[in-house]
């Protein structure tokens, strides 16, 4: 049992020895419970509103909002869940890379689908 | 007893490294960098692999909106929401894990693990009490599968009297609602597989944390299965609109 | 010394095979069932790939049996189905896919950046096993019957007209793509993050940019093949669907998930070949890679590309017109930065110390075998000729040409350059060099043919055909003959030279990259210490410097 010097010891103040070194994550950085428990509220907040919205009818547009509140609900679990905010260029460029391929899926599929209906020539 | 908490600042104390690090790799920093990157890549393939069933969704909804309408309306959205807000809670719960296991709480990290693990079994349980009710209405592709509520939905009161505007389907349109269902169960199914995965690991992190592996500075195998969990939430946020949402108005 | 060879042996009369190596540092069955050593792992890999190879062979041989007479007559039209069905499945999926990546990839890569091991070595074991599994169920489903859909698997003849062995291989499929998922995440990674102090990207060989690419295709191409097999086994067990036009599904819509994966797939097939190109042609002229950014940037651009064709293996099922034009277009781009290539190797020739070693010779017959049957994919590419090729001989042709032409030449172009280092012995070179002749003239009678078949409309996937064609076809069989031959002399001088072979040294080729300064075969850990690296790749003058300051030989 060695006791260092350890330069790494940031005072973050909890209730362990303090010539242990604390470990964060790679970019040296621990999300606060008080972002968790906001990012938690505003989501079970969004859902309600999602399933709110869905009685009212705005035509094609219930879809448009569905989606556009699923994708906001979504953003902050990566940003602040997954920690994305506080994570590398590549982190940020492989989750890009995915969602990238992913649209190019359904774009080049639509492409067909979509123009199915405008006749031969 | 030896002491597992030395680590060591940098890489060039020979073999001075923890007893966590493995040998191919020059320091804790490379290992946590690179076990996490991987994480991340493996998400990457789960994107697509769910991908594919949200293209396929996506085609048939836009062909078959009447028939997907109508056989959304089948689905409970008290249960829905539910199980919704059950893994949003989970995902904070999991996330709080990760802050105890960063902070070396380890009383508190199990509690925040066996929280979500308990919140895991609660939304399969809901799901389970779902796919018995459709299997119950002849709604399971491949099963017995019956148009009756669509081509005459006065003969299913419960979801009649919840949507009395929904008219009846013709039998070629009412067909159609059997690849909604095939989708849901695809779809929701195997998301359920990836839950019942996730919480098998978190029973055996629950055990290990216990024992104090995670709270002795090698917090990655929290954080990563902390991600593949947010994850599955995150394709469950996708899934509660594009399923139970897509029309619910008078 | 001769002058038309670089090989420098040692000295054979002292020279031995270093006493610890990675092959001698452990003994058992269970030091290499469980082994997390990449290069223990690529010779598991080298072992099953070539037992399948053999497999998918033998189904070639029938094929080309059947195919000398315009009747059915050998075998009966459904059994035909499943030969050539089982054929293209273990040659795509448990030879092509897997060939040079888990073979020649799992054995260099580390050691080409200079690091110990794969960032994962636990899941490359997991990857192995995945592939024994996979190849396993295989073997299962042809002995039980087998598939007779054809590799594509299409809907809905596989998912309602067949009484075959769909789900089970279909399955087999599902677990052998999960195996090159985690090769591929694990190359990303290890790529990424586990280079040697002052490898940096642009110092990185040109092979390992290749695997790289190759792996995002992996990563991000496979699952989708994953899902679609899965609502394949879903639609045929419980009658989902999605596929079904009596549900109002849509068969098209399996072929657009299927072909997203595997299009990209014939690219995850030949962008490690090529890597192997570029290290072998650069070996054998001396001379560093012509325009080393542009194969670089080529292989990340045919990456990104290959994700965006895939509908011209459709063009006549029933897909739109206006996006046959998009997609036709967009294969014509695909082929540029693979026509780049061919141009930066040709260059990297002119002016060179040619010398025709057989890695040298095989890397010859890709180059031209491969260009052959890329243009011809660009006739394909054409809408208006694809309607008239397309399900004839003149695809079949196509692909072999550049699988097998290109890849399999690409394949086995690596394993002779590479083998005095995996094995620390020499090949028999006259032996090989044979060889490789009697392969490129049995592929060209082979396969030239097919074009030509094609052409005349000859059908892809029939037993019988019209007795104009027979002619054709029996120089098509000869040549499958030779070419027979010719793949099966590597396997026996190749186990001969495991005892026999002359000891090779560490450097027999005097090429560059970090793999050749080390011993042969390399140690479990790679090197002795970390290499820290100084110099650009294909530097021959970093090489010559160093030679000169050795004065030892290990």
Request: aromatic share 14%.
């Amino acid at each position: 049992m060695s006791e260092q010097n350890d330069p790494h010891h940031g005072g973050t103040g909890h209730d362990h020895a303090p010539n242990e070194q604390d470990v964060h994550d790679s970019l040296n950085h621990i999300v606060s419970p008080v972002v968790y428990i906001t990012v938690g509220t505003l989501l079970l907040i969004l859902t309600a509103t999602t399933a709110a919205v869905s009685f009212i009818d705005l035509g094609v547009f219930n879809a448009v909002v569905a989606l556009f509140i699923a994708c906001l609900k979504a953003s902050i679990v990566v940003l602040f869940f997954m920690h994305v905010k506080y994570s590398s260029k590549l982190t940020k460029l492989t989750i890009f890379s995915g969602l990238f391929t992913f649209a190019v899926l359904i774009a080049l599929t639509l492409s067909d689908y979509m123009t199915r209906a405008w006749g031969r020539w | 007893m030896s002491d597992s908490t030395v680590t060591v600042t940098g890489a060039h104390a020979e073999h001075e490294h923890p007893p966590y690090q493995r040998h191919h790799f020059a320091s804790m920093e490379q290992q946590v960098d690179t076990t996490s990157f991987a994480m991340w890549l493996f998400l990457l393939t789960e994107i697509m692999f769910f991908g594919g069933l949200f293209t396929a969704y996506l085609i048939f909804r836009n062909w078959y909106y009447p028939a997907f309408v109508e056989a959304s309306h089948q689905l409970s959205i008290k249960e829905g929401t539910a199980n919704t807000a059950v893994l949003i809670v989970s995902s904070f719960t999991m996330a709080m894990g990760v802050w105890c296991a960063e902070t070396r709480r380890r009383g508190a990290l199990v509690l925040c693990l066996c929280l979500t693990f308990i919140l895991g079994l609660v939304f399969l349980g809901i799901k389970y009490d779902e796919y018995h009710e459709k299997y119950e209405k002849h709604h399971v592709p491949g099963l017995h599968y019956s148009l009756k509520s669509f081509t005459d939905p006065a003969s299913d009161p419960e979801v009649h009297n919840a949507y009395p505007d929904d008219k009846p389907l013709m039998p070629d349109m009412a067909r159609h609602t059997e690849i909604y269902f095939g989708l849901y169960f695809a779809m929701t199914g195997m998301h359920a597989l990836h839950m019942i995965i996730g919480i098998s690991i978190l029973a055996f992190m629950i055990f290990r944390a216990r024992a104090g592996a995670y709270t002795t500075g090698h917090v990655t195998f929290v954080n990563n299965f902390g991600l593949y969990w947010h994850f599955v939430d995150i394709i469950w946020i996708f899934l509660y609109p594009l399923l139970y949402l897509i029309s619910r108005h008078a | 010394m001769s002058t038309d060879t670089i090989v420098r042996l040692p000295d054979q009369a002292t020279a031995r095979i270093p006493k610890v190596n990675f092959l001698s540092k452990e003994n058992g069955l269970l030091s290499w069932l469980l082994t997390g050593d990449h290069k223990r792992i690529a010779t598991l890999y080298l072992i099953s790939i070539t037992f399948f190879f053999a497999i998918g062979g033998a189904l070639a041989g029938l094929i080309r049996l059947e195919l000398l007479t315009p009747q059915s007559d050998l075998m009966a039209a459904d059994t035909y189905n499943k030969v050539f069905s089982m054929h293209g499945i273990i040659m795509v999926f448990l030879f092509l896919v897997p060939s040079v990546p888990a073979t020649l990839g799992n054995f260099l890569m580390p050691m080409m950046i200079g690091a110990k091991d794969l960032a994962l070595p636990k899941i490359n074991l997991l990857s192995w096993y995945l592939y024994i599994i996979a190849g396993g169920m295989i073997i299962y489903s042809m002995i039980t019957g087998g598939v007779d859909t054809g590799w594509t698997f299409t809907v809905p003849l596989s998912t309602h007209y067949v009484n075959t062995n769909v789900i089970t291989t279909g399955l087999a499929v599902f677990v052998a793509g999960f195996s090159s998922v985690f090769t591929g995440l694990n190359f990303i990674v290890t790529i990424h993050k586990m280079r040697a102090p002052g490898m940096t990207w642009f110092r990185l060989p040109l092979f390992v940019w290749s695997n790289y690419a190759a792996s995002i295709l992996m990563v991000l191409g496979t699952p989708v093949l994953a899902i679609t097999l899965v609502l394949i086994v879903l639609e045929r067990a419980l009658g989902i669907g999605v596929f079904d036009p009596a549900k109002g599904g849509d068969p098209i819509l399996f072929q657009h998930l299927f072909w997203f994966y595997s299009h990209p797939a014939v690219y995850i097939m030949i962008l490690p070949g090529m890597g192997v190109i570029s290290e072998v042609v650069s070996t054998f002229s001396r001379k560093r890679v012509f325009g080393y950014t542009a194969v670089a940037f080529s292989s990340v651009a045919i990456a990104v590309f290959a994700f965006f064709v895939w509908e011209h293996h459709m063009f006549i099922m029933g897909v739109s017109n206006y996006s046959t034009l998009v997609f036709s277009l967009l294969t014509m781009l695909v082929a540029v930065p693979s026509a780049i290539k061919i141009f930066n190797w040709s260059f990297t020739l002119y002016k060179g110390s040619i010398t025709f070693e057989t890695p040298m010779l095989y890397s010859f017959g890709f180059m031209g075998l491969f260009t052959i049957g890329g243009l011809t994919g660009v006739f394909l590419a054409s809408t208006g000729t694809d309607i008239h090729l397309t399900e004839t001989y003149f695809i079949v042709a196509h692909f072999h040409f550049v699988m097998v032409g290109g890849m399999l030449m690409a394949f086995l172009s690596g394993i002779h350059f590479w083998w005095p280092k995996w094995t620390g012995r020499m090949y028999p070179e006259k032996i090989s060099q044979l060889a490789a002749l009697i392969t490129f003239i049995g592929f060209n009678l082979t396969f030239f043919p097919q074009f030509i078949l094609g052409m005349l409309g000859m059908p892809r996937r029939y037993a019988a055909y019209p007795p104009e064609f027979q002619v054709l076809n029996v120089f098509s069989t000869a040549g499958a003959t030779i070419l027979g031959i010719g793949y099966l002399l590597p396997i026996l001088y190749l186990t001969w030279s495991l005892k026999y072979g002359e000891i090779a040294g560490d450097n027999p080729w005097q090429a560059t990259g970090l793999e050749w300064q080390t011993q042969s075969p390399p140690l479990t850990e790679n090197f002795p210490e970390i290499p820290i690296v100084d110099h650009d790749a294909y530097d021959y003058e970093w090489l010559e410097r160093k030679q000169k300051e050795v004065t030892s030989v290990g």
